[in-house]
């Protein structure tokens, strides 16, 4: 090999590592990333001929951060998901989750809360289809009074509330405005963010709006926060649920991008100032334990969503950042030698700091058989916390910038990535291919190829499929005490008690005409809704006139 850009040092050391490998190379059996992108075993100077190395962290296009000095003034925010029970379980997990040292920017709170499947869906605690899941995968949480329970006492302007809803998500904002109301804080207050899910139908087999309402109730709420709440964050786009029902990264990637662009087009449609809204867009991204695809994948993502933006009309560099939350993906999680998990969170956080991302939930060890015990909770956030204050891998910015396998990585991911992001655009849009299935189809084929792969033990899940062991862990799971189910109906009991029954059913009832108006085009539902949590309406009386006005959709 002799190439005039290249030293004679160099072509020196080829030649030798040629020479050295000639006794083996033909039996070599190359690997690939989870995505499918042929992996070589030396990466050099020839791979990154193309690459644009000229790039510094906290600058446009913001491959490298986007920040100067990374994590260097403040660490990522260790926003760990919990929530079981009713609003006092959550509350005192709240509390005690702050002694245990998580914590946002500069030390501020940080809460991110997973509510129940009830509460997701609509349904309050008396409804008969709530039984048997009230308090158990999140918490029940759905009166005035819970949400006065949530903010007690907290300092709303610095602590950041993240409310993991479903498809009760313009409801769950509302009794957060008017829980803080009570506490003479206007909505410019609050901190935090909504999941705002609504075009979610290709991440979960589950019945959710059309996607033509699931659209319009989106952005009623960015419309509403824009105006009202600036500090809001509106917008997550939920790319760990595309992660988790079986897109490869480099689809997670495609398909989360996609999303967000049709976000941006429908407030652009809406007659939206890009620079008003689209910063306050966000994303929940997966990270599987293949450390470089995933720092590639991040690296790749924040350069692509800062382009995307541009050309949306941004004008502002911080409304170009891809601000990021990972959530370690559970799919990978085994309940076969259960431990071992910790490894495999380990190496996913490990890869998503050193991608350089906002927030992090780690997972814990048990999650494939129950939601975490105080113990295994405890040890996913020290997980974090080692790597803060021990690794030493914030201490510098995008440390792997430079590496020609990395930088290499990060090429060809954004490459695959705008090909299957095209191909979505000229085919009409993520919301068209929600619509046409198109995207679901896709990454239903991506999971079961993966199933095929595990099964076949071409993909190697240690314990699974290989080095496993006949001796079964002794695991004592987390258990919510089916009493919760009670005590959660007595408190909705109670609360309907105490307040004006005829000055809720008026304000239900316009809620139910803001529904209409918004379908028509010629009115807003997320001031009606407020107006309903003032008067002492629950999330599932709220739900009831949505669910009448918008329907339900299942995607085949």
Known sequence: MSDSKHSEKFDQAFAAWEKGRERY???????????????????????????????????????????????????????????????????????????????????????????????????????????????????????????????RDW?????????????????????????????????????????????????????????????????????????????WNHTNIFMY???????KPVQELAYGLAWGKSIIDAGLEAGLDPDAFIGRLGFQIGCTQNLFEEVAKFRAHRRMWAKLCKDAGCKKPSNMHARVH???NGYILTQQQILNNNARITLQALAAVLGGVQSIHTCSYDEATSIPTEESHRVALRTQQILMWESGVRNVADPLAGSYFVESLTDEMEAKAWEIFNEIEANGGYRKGLETGEIKRAIDNSSYEMKQAINSGKQVVVGLNKFQSESLDKLEPFRVDMAIENKAKKRLEDYKAGRDQAAVDAALEDVAKACEALKDGTGELMPALIDA???GATNGEMMVPMRAAFGWFVSE
């Open 533 to 535: 949590a003032r008067a």
């Open 155 to 231: 300092e709303l302007e610095t602590s950041n509330i993240s409310m993991i809803t479903g498809d009760n998500c313009l409801p769950a904002l509302a009794l957060l405005v008017a829980a803080a109301e009570r506490r003479g804080k206007d909505p410019g207050s609050l901190r935090g963010n909504s999941m705002n899910w609504y075009p979610r139908i290709a991440v979960q087999d589950v019945p959710s709006w059309e996607p033509k309402w699931g659209y319009a109730l989106a952005v009623d709420l960015i419309k509403w926060a824009t105006q009202h709440a600036p500090a």
């Open 25 to 151: 190379k033909d039996k070599l059996r190359y690997n690939q990333t989870l995505s499918g992108i042929p992996l070589k075993t030396v990466y050099t100077q020839d791979d990154v001929q193309d690459s644009d190395l000229d790039e510094m962290p906290g600058v446009y296009p913001y491959t490298r951060g986007l920040y100067p000095d990374g994590y260097a003034l403040t660490p990522w925010m260790q926003q760990m998901v919990f929530g079981y029970g009713t609003i006092e379980e959550t509350r005192k997990k709240m509390e005690d989750m702050v002694a245990e040292g998580m914590e946002g920017y500069f030390g501020h709170h940080v809460f991110n809360v997973v509510y129940d499947i009830p509460c997701m869906y609509g349904i309050d605690a008396d409804h008969p289809e709530a039984e048997g899941n009230l308090g158990q995968c999140g918490v029940h949480m759905s009166t005035g009074a819970d949400y006065d329970e949530l903010v």
């Open 241 to 247: 649920g595309l992660s988790e029902a079986g897109a």
């Open 326 to 328: 990972v959530h370690t």
